[in-house]
């Protein structure tokens, strides 16, 4: 899709922190971490970067350790001036062992 300003977005599907090899990790940081690699993945395979992410949506399964995932956010965007995001705590994800999905936007 290309905006009036000429901008190419790029919207990623919802990712989930299983890694190539099919593990799912345990816990927040551990999950968080693969959930945004995996975005990563997602993003460049599109032609876009961390630099080009406008909105991120999170769909968490408690609210308990957001600290964590704001950490681990910011060790992938800018820190300073991370992107809009909404966050929804869900009843649960697809898989029970899943604690996190992100989504992505990015303007290229």
Do not use: C
């Amino acid at each position: 899709m290309t905006t009036d300003s000429g901008a190419r977005l790029v919207w990623t599907p919802g990712q989930v922190a299983s890694g190539p090899d099919g593990v799912v990790p345990s816990g927040w940081e551990e999950q968080t971490r693969q959930v945004f690699r995996n975005l990563a993945v997602a993003l460049e395979t599109a032609g876009a970067g961390w630099e080009h992410v406008v909105k991120l949506t999170f769909y968490v399964v408690g609210t308990d350790e957001l600290p964590v995932v704001r950490a681990v956010r910011n060790e992938f965007v800018n820190a300073a001036a991370p992107p809009a995001s909404t966050l929804v705590e869900v009843a649960g994800l697809f898989r029970p062992e899943f604690l996190i999905e992100v989504e992505a936007v990015a303007a290229v």
